[in-house]
T-cell receptor, first 109, second 111 residues
Framework: QKEVEQNSGPLSVPEGAIASLNCTYS??????FFWYRQYSGKSPELIMS????GDKEDGRFTAQLNKASQYVSLLIRDSQPSDSATYLC?????????FGKGTRLSVIA | DTAVSQTPKYLVTQMGNDKSIKCEQN?????MYWYKQDSKKFLKIMFS???????INETVPNRFSPKSPDKAHLNLHINSLELGDSAVYFC??????????FGPGTRLTVT
């Protein structure tokens, strides 16, 4: 069974700090990796996708992928209270997309 | 607005009833999905349709039946509702079966 593991948190960081969210996956053949943000009572929103090893930056967000270690992470720089949400890691091998259980991030002003 | 929309947003019903949830996307995507998110926030795929054809049917009771009248619509019908069906149901669409875009969700409560 394909699995995606995340620390459920909550992860608390002070405003302005770097938040680091981690995810591991079991299927070595996985090809595509995504981070979704879900505010309480809302739907998941795609914030980052990454397909090859290394870093991908988009504004304050950086996704990092290490396929050899089966590890993907999301860094949020200059964390803001508005970043407080649950972050879902999702991994695609053939089909379907498999989600982790999410990490709850709390940014404290 | 271009989006994935679902109706209704909230659905409260009694055990044993039959209910439907509707989903429409105007993003021009070929693939649509139904997901269930339980009380522990675990998001799990139920069905996937590509151009009106069922391509994924995860382990879901056959009380759940998806129907896709065209590639912009994917409805979910649930027969004989049970307490354990209470959850948030999300519709999603995808242009190439990769990145997925979610609707606002339908919160189903079975009493």
């Amino acid at each position: 069974q394909k699995e995606v593991e995340q620390n459920s948190g909550p992860l608390s960081v002070p405003e302005g700090a770097i938040a680091s969210l981690n995810c591991t996956y079991s299927d070595r053949g996985s090809q595509s990796f995504f981070w979704y943000r879900q505010y309480s009572g809302k739907s998941p929103e795609l914030i980052m996708s990454i397909y090859s090893n290394g870093d991908k930056e988009d504004g304050r967000f950086t996704a990092q992928l290490n396929k050899a270690s089966q590890y993907v992470s999301l860094l949020i720089r200059d964390s803001q209270p508005s970043d407080s949400a649950t972050y879902l890691c999702a991994v695609l091998s053939n089909t379907p997309l498999v989600f982790g259980k999410g990490t709850r991030l709390s940014v404290i002003a | 607005d271009t989006a994935v929309s679902q109706t209704p947003k909230y659905l409260v019903t009694q055990m044993g009833n039959d209910k439907s949830i509707k989903c429409e996307q105007n993003l021009g995507h070929d693939t649509m999905y139904w997901y269930k998110q339980d009380s522990k926030k675990f998001l799990k795929i139920m069905f996937s349709y590509n151009n009106k054809e069922l391509i994924i049917n995860e382990t879901v009771p056959n009380r759940f039946s998806p129907k896709s009248p065209d590639k912009a619509h994917l409805n979910l019908h649930i027969n004989s509702l049970e307490l354990g069906d209470s959850a948030v149901y999300f519709c999603a669409s995808s242009p190439e079966g990769v990145e997925q875009y979610f609707g606002p969700g339908t919160r189903l409560t079975v009493t």
